[in-house]
């Protein structure tokens, strides 16, 4: 098992950890991380691990055999410190950061375009959306200016726990057709924006990092929106700020 520092504070970017265990493909196990593994769309973290004696540089993290493990991919012919070693995880900011501008956004494009998601993915620079579109929208432009409006207002991002009964009783909050939120755990991660309890901007199941509030997004630009097969649109946005923003 690896504690999810991630999860409890996404501005986190290092942290001491103890070696547990390298699996047969050289992957390092830690007791603790602050690395996201790759996940829902979102990209593994990257950065290194430093103790006494040496340096490994970690090309990304991926999830492991079981739900709870993040295993530290390292680069090729790099050395891993062994079993039972106190490492300092760091992660690479600049590259989280992007992350979560794009994840972000993109829980936001899903309430400018409030149809049924069936795909996507977040890049450093970009991220896109597939929907159940059967039509291209007819002003993309207006969509621009909803989305960067959203943004604009600076709504609290905040996470939040429910029960796997609660999601099930409320199915609405899903809006992904092709990936479910995990269950069988008990309790299920939900993401929210907008601080009014009653009426929130967004909510919905979401394992993955976020900013914390949207107007640290900055401005961004819709891409090109795309017919993919018979139903379905996808919608790419690109963020317009690189501006590292200090954790």
Known sequence: MTEALFRADAYQTEC?????????????????????????GQPGDRGALSWENGTCEIAVAVKGDTPDEVVHVPIEGAIAPPVGTEVTAKID?????????????????????????????????????????????E???????????????????????ITDAELEANPDMVKTMSVKPPTG???????????????????????????????????VRLGKIEKKGKQNRRVSLHLVCRDLLAP
């Open 16 to 40: 001491s950890a103890i070696v547990t265990a390298i699996n047969d493909r050289g992957g390092i196990v830690l007791d603790r991380s602050v690395f996201y593994p790759t996940g829902g």
């Open 93 to 137: 900011w600049d590259l989280r950061l992007r992350h979560m501008k794009v994840h972000t956004a993109l829980h936001l494009l899903s309430v400018v375009i409030p149809l049924p998601v069936t795909g996507g993915q977040i890049g450093p620079e970009k991220g896109r959306l597939d929907f159940d579109m059967p039509d291209a929208p």
């Open 139 to 161: 002003d993309k432009d207006a969509i621009e200016a909803a989305l960067n409006t959203l943004i604009a207002d600076d709504h609290r991002v905040s996470d939040e726990w």
């Open 185 to 219: 755990q008990g309790h299920v991660r939900l993401v929210r924006i907008g601080g009014d309890p009653d009426a929130p901007v967004d909510l919905q199941p979401c394992g993955g990092t976020h900013v914390r509030s949207t107007a640290l997004i900055g401005p």
